[in-house]
C-alpha cells in the first residue's frame, strides 16, 4: 500500500459522508475504529461484516459521487480491491 496516510479515521468517514454516503449506526463504528489499532483494516472488516452490529453503508441520496468516494479511498491508502468491493455494495442496496 505503500506510505500510509497519517489522516484520522474521522476525516475519512467525513469524506466518505460528503460523498453521499449514509452510515447506519455510526456511532458504533466510530467507537469500534477508534478502538483499533489498525483502524484501515478494522473499517475493511466492518465494510464487509457489520451488519449484524447494525453497520451500514448506503446510498444516501440515489447518487454518490463516485469520484468523491475514490479520493477518499486513494487519500487514506485504501488498496483498490477494497474500493471495488465497497461501490459496489453500494450499488446492490438498491
Request: glycine residues 6%.
Given at each position: 500500500?505503500?506510505?500510509?496516510?497519517?489522516?484520522?479515521?474521522?476525516q475519512?468517514?467525513?469524506?466518505?459522508?460528503?460523498?453521499?454516503?449514509?452510515?447506519?449506526?455510526?456511532?458504533?463504528?466510530?467507537?469500534?475504529?477508534?478502538?483499533?489499532?489498525?483502524w484501515?483494516?478494522?473499517?475493511?472488516?466492518?465494510?464487509?461484516?457489520?451488519?449484524?452490529?447494525?453497520?451500514?453503508?448506503?446510498?444516501?441520496?440515489?447518487?454518490?459521487?463516485?469520484?468523491?468516494?475514490?479520493?477518499?479511498?486513494?487519500?487514506?491508502?485504501?488498496?483498490?480491491?477494497?474500493?471495488?468491493?465497497?461501490?459496489?455494495?453500494?450499488?446492490?442496496e438498491?
Open positions: 500500500m505503500g506510505s500510509l496516510s497519517n489522516e484520522s479515521f474521522d475519512f468517514l467525513d469524506s466518505l459522508k460528503q460523498a453521499g454516503v449514509e452510515i447506519s449506526n455510526e456511532r458504533e463504528l466510530r467507537e469500534r475504529l477508534a478502538e483499533a489499532q489498525r484501515r483494516f478494522a473499517f475493511a472488516t466492518l465494510a464487509a461484516n457489520g451488519r449484524q452490529l447494525g453497520i451500514r453503508f448506503q446510498d444516501a441520496s440515489s447518487g454518490v459521487n463516485e469520484a468523491d468516494i475514490h479520493r477518499a479511498f486513494t487519500r487514506f491508502a485504501f488498496p483498490a480491491t477494497l474500493e471495488s468491493t465497497f461501490s459496489a455494495s453500494l450499488r446492490a438498491h
